[in-house]
């Protein structure tokens, strides 16, 4: 291969070779990051089946979108890429506590023991955190807060603990029923699995890998932030069809490298979004861009997909996340199933995410979510929050969702359209006293600063469904009066089971006693619906266009999609065409029965 033509090379890797090789099929490369050495832009590098214990840090990108680098998975093949390496020698303590030492080389430069998380916003609860974990066939254990914890008889949740010395490392962990030394046992050896060292390394597409076990940093959005697989300030990533999982904070990460010291409050904030944008460095010509799509992405503790800025301008699309934050040993204010700042023109769309825990958010994105389309994504079984909209100015669109946790929707944001959505749990308008920054239109370069009070929102054609009062006066320090004050514009919306239209709604629909039209069935992906054909027919609510929306209020622009052109909301949440002029309201258009079936979260559950 002649380095900088347009002929591609082909790279294969295999567990049955060496880095002396050709990386031919005949005759494959040992790792993936000796290949990663060779490839050029237009170059696929084939990884066949196995379990690949290294960090892959691609040195160079693609030149463009067709001259990309490839990092693919044979196909049928499983091939697991892992921060974690095999530990045996076990030895009894006591109880079901197992012990090993280890020497310090045997990390190497980074040892996740004495790493310890810490970062801006980051609640440690009284106690100290590290990024390592312990491994039995796959699953981790929780950290001890002490070694007298650990050496007790393990309890439902069997627990590890870790000591550093200069010379070594001693992990004590919990094995009910089970020897660790017939078993497969592995520990976090490596910050991240896929992540390049260096920023500006761009047009990369990984697919179809299992990629694991991270000791990975907190991801405050104002630091330097990591994931298990991420493009480090980069552009036009395509990550697609990987199997993420356990890492202690982030699975895919595509926020900021390190730019300096800020302080990790709103004004430390502001003031990196006003550097990079009046720098030029946060530009849509350099970063964001990407597309995270068919990923199953799980059993993270911070957040599935995340991202301060870098993922402006992406597409993150038809991904299953599922138990982030569960363990809640530790707090903070980044943990969310998506949780994004400074969103510009990103899609959110055909998600499902669901089992978050604690103060975690579902979709959660935060300051500049100018232009954001939200749309067709189900969220179910999340404890705190389907949906946060968290102070932005818009326009913003939420389209066709289905939100069946106890409470659906959280904003302290303006400009906001909520249309065609099926809301099962409470909707939470909130005021807030902080001042956050716009933008021009489809672009990073910010405009001014404005407070963030409540109003300019569109509720139309929404289904509010056995709530009790649908929005909630008093969180964010707001009394009933002070609500039924603020300007909002509501058309068309259903109200069942009980749901108490706000004063606002001039013209609601309410329905008593109503089967509620959407029922999670199971978590294979089923949604059942159930809409009288006869009421069907009398219902006439247009299609909602960006006409019909107006401008944002604060921003002044329109509600375009990212590439400019007009909102319409004219298919429905399976793509279903819209009649004009008598739609339904909610995401589903058909009338009479029938099933939601989200294909790609069955295929990965």
């Not at 389309?373 to 968290?390: H, K, M, P």
């Not at 807030?432 to 300019?456: F, K, M, Q």
């Not at 219902?539 to 929306?549: H, I, S, Y």
Request: proline share 6%.
């Amino acid at each position: 291969m002649i380095v900088g033509s347009l002929h591609a090379a082909d790279y294969h890797v295999g567990k049955q070779g060496s880095n002396n090789n050709a990386g031919s099929a005949s005759q494959p490369l040992l790792t993936i990051q000796a290949a990663a050495d060779l490839a050029q832009p237009g170059d696929t590098i084939t990884v066949h089946e196995g379990i690949y214990r290294e960090r892959v840090s691609p040195p160079r990108g693609g030149s463009s979108d067709e001259q990309r680098i490839i990092y693919q998975a044979a196909p049928g093949e499983a091939v697991a890429i892992k921060g974690s390496e095999l530990v045996t020698d076990w030895k009894q303590v006591e109880n079901d506590t197992w012990t090993v030492t280890l020497p310090n080389s045997f990390f190497g430069d980074f040892n996740p023991y004495s790493d310890v998380l810490e970062g801006h916003w980051f609640r440690p609860r009284d106690r100290v955190h590290h990024t390592g974990s312990v491994y039995l066939n796959g699953e981790w254990r929780g950290e001890a807060a002490s070694l007298e914890d650990v050496l007790k008889p393990a309890a439902d949740d069997p627990l590890w603990f870790g000591e550093v010395t200069d010379e070594s490392t001693t992990i004590w962990a919990q094995f009910p029923a089970v020897n660790p030394n017939e078993a497969v046992v592995e520990i976090n050896a490596r910050q991240t699995v896929f992540f390049p060292k260096q920023t500006g390394i761009n047009y990369i597409t990984v697919r179809g890998f299992e990629l694991r076990h991270a000791a990975t940093p907190w991801a405050a959005p104002t630091q330097n932030q990591m994931g298990v697989i991420g493009p480090y300030w980069s552009k036009g990533w395509i990550i697609e069809e990987n199997d993420i999982s356990h890492s202690i904070t982030v699975g895919v990460q595509l926020g900021i490298a390190d730019r300096g010291d800020y302080p990790g409050n709103v004004v430390g904030f502001r003031d990196i979004l006003a550097d990079a944008s009046e720098s030029g460095d946060w530009s849509q010509d350099k970063v964001g861009s990407h597309i995270v799509r068919r990923n199953r992405i799980s059993h993270c503790e911070t957040s599935g997909i995340s991202g301060s800025m870098g993922a402006a301008f992406s597409l993150l699309e038809d991904n299953y996340i599922s138990d982030i934050h569960v363990r809640r040993t530790f707090g903070g204010l980044e943990q969310g199933g998506i949780k994004l700042h400074g969103a510009i023109d990103t899609v959110i769309r055909g998600n499902t995410v669901c089992r978050t825990g604690g103060e975690c958010r579902a979709i959660w994105v935060d300051w500049l979510a100018q232009g954001t389309v939200i749309e067709g994504n189900i969220g179910f079984d999340n404890a705190n929050t389907d949906l946060y909209v968290e102070v932005s100015h818009g326009p913003t669109l939420v389209a066709n969702n289905i939100f069946l946790s106890p409470r659906s929707v959280v904003s302290t944001s303006r400009g906001t359209a909520f249309v065609n959505n099926y809301f099962r749990g409470v909707a939470v308008i909130a005021k807030t006293i902080r001042e956050t920054p716009y933008a021009e239109p489809h672009s990073t370069r910010l405009v001014d600063i404005h407070i963030n009070n409540p109003g300019d929102d569109r509720y139309i054609n929404n289904i509010f469904a056995g709530s009790g009062p649908t929005f909630i006066p008093g969180w964010g320090g707001m009394d009933q009066q002070q609500l039924d004050q603020v300007p909002f514009d509501m058309e068309g919306n259903l109200y069942l089971n009980g749901a108490v239209p706000p004063v606002f709604d001039k013209k609601p629909v309410v329905l008593a006693d109503v089967k509620p039209p959407f029922r999670l069935v199971n978590s294979d992906g089923l949604v059942e619906w159930s809409v009288d054909p006869a009421w069907r027919r009398g219902q006439l609510r247009p299609v909602v266009t960006a006409e019909r929306l107006g401008t944002a209020q604060v921003t002044g622009l329109p509600y375009e999609m990212p590439d400019g052109s007009p909102v319409q909301v004219d298919r429905d949440f399976s793509g279903v065409l819209r009649t004009v002029a008598n739609t339904l309201p909610g995401p589903i258009e058909t009338s009479g029965s029938g099933r939601v079936q989200w294909e790609f979260s069955t295929k990965m559950n």
